[in-house]
């Protein structure tokens, strides 16, 4: 019996966190904090990317790479490590304690642990342009320019090359669950690689037929969904056993954008694209449409955040919008950035988002 009190003041405990956050980000009570990314504000730099693991947010400019924890309880940030590269690349990476990164002037991939104090360097193979950088627990998988993808494994001395293409990659995503990788190329071919503590195999290859992949998001075990160029979204069975390009895989949706889809995301049963003509389009998993909105935003819809209670889109006007997934309703609107919203980073209890030309990322905690 002490058992089960115990299991139901959780269960409101739970409750009560949930519906704190839920009214902060449809009532749009936030507080802000902004994140310098130098220590001399006279000091112009480009910001390259952002990403997040848990409550860590990683920063990457020209120059520096940096890891912040958040703190929701006192809506403060707090630096991790800070490191002055000599050139860092458009390839940042973060899971749990470790930040990676590519230094172009060194070819080499940098591997940061705040944790452990400790920086590893492990040498690249010269002369290439990385674009693609993703982290798990166990690998570091990295994307080139010319489409070659390498892979290394926490604890090795050396990179593998795992496919060596010969087209830019369009975009990537991977299966957290599945630890399994999908990327695309310019051409409209996908390729699939499942990672495991022993290495990498492939699972599958399939063609769209032309058709160029912008973004796409992998939920569920068998399936990825994706966005093209020419405004279309479907989804892809990525476990259909086969050794060459597998058509009959590609499931395409009704046509719903009149222009490119940037951005899709899934939650337990619904499917949300963004896209050039500013539309936000709610469909079921399964390829029906159930609304959409072209009023929300000015400009190309290129974020989703999704999960099955909350929903946040940005893009290239100044406007970040939060959604109701469930009633497929407008919220709150924010519009604390004046410039296009590149880079965005979301946890149920704070947001860090910033611009290209913008010398500071900001921090919107949920109160």
């Known amino acids: 019996m002490g058992w089960k009190g115990n299991e139901e003041v959780c269960w409101v405990d739970v409750c009560k966190t949930y519906h704190k956050l839920q009214n902060g980000w449809f009532t749009g009570n936030f507080k802000s904090e902004r994140i310098p990314l130098n220590d001399d504000a006279r000091v112009r730099q480009e910001l390259f990317g952002i990403c997040k693991s848990n409550d860590n947010i990683a920063l990457c400019t020209n120059t520096d790479i940096s890891c912040y924890q958040s703190d929701p309880k006192n809506f403060k940030v707090h630096r991790l490590l800070s490191k002055r590269l000599d050139a860092a690349e458009n390839s940042l990476a973060v899971s749990g304690p470790i930040v990676t990164v590519v230094d172009s002037a060194t070819d080499e991939l940098v591997i940061l642990n705040h944790i452990e104090c400790t920086e590893r360097r492990v040498q690249l193979p010269p002369g290439l342009t990385f674009d693609m950088c993703h982290a798990t627990s166990r690998h570091i998988i990295l994307g080139t320019d010319s489409g070659k993808i390498l892979l290394y494994t926490i ?56 058709s160029v992949v912008l973004y796409a998001a992998v939920f569920t075990h068998n399936f990825l969904y994706y966005g093209t160029a020419d405004g279309l979204v479907g989804r892809i069975n990525i476990e259909t056993p086969t050794s060459t390009h597998n058509d009959s895989a590609v499931e395409t949706f009704p046509k719903a954008h009149a222009g490119s889809v940037y951005c899709v995301a899934t939650n337990k049963t619904t499917l949300v694209s963004g896209g050039a003509d500013s539309r936000v389009v709610f469909w079921s998993r399964t390829g029906v449409v159930r609304g959409s909105d072209h009023m929300a935003h000015i400009g190309v819809v290129r974020h989703i955040f999704l999960n099955d209670w909350l929903m946040v889109t940005a893009g290239d006007a100044n406007i970040i919008v939060v959604w109701n997934p469930i009633t497929m309703t407008l919220k709150h609107k924010l519009h604390h950035n004046p410039l296009k919203i590149k880079f965005l980073a979301i946890n149920e209890s704070w947001m860090a988002y910033g611009a290209p030309d913008s010398n500071f990322v900001m921090c919107v905690f949920v109160k």
């Open 155 to 210: 604890g090795s001395s050396e990179v593998l090359l795992i496919h060596d293409g010969e087209d830019e990659i369009s975009c990537w995503a991977v299966s957290p669950s599945t630890e399994t990788i999908c990327v695309s190329f310019w051409t409209g071919d996908l390729v699939c690689f499942s990672l495991s503590p022993s290495g990498v195999a492939p699972v599958s290859a399939v063609s769209l037929g032309g």
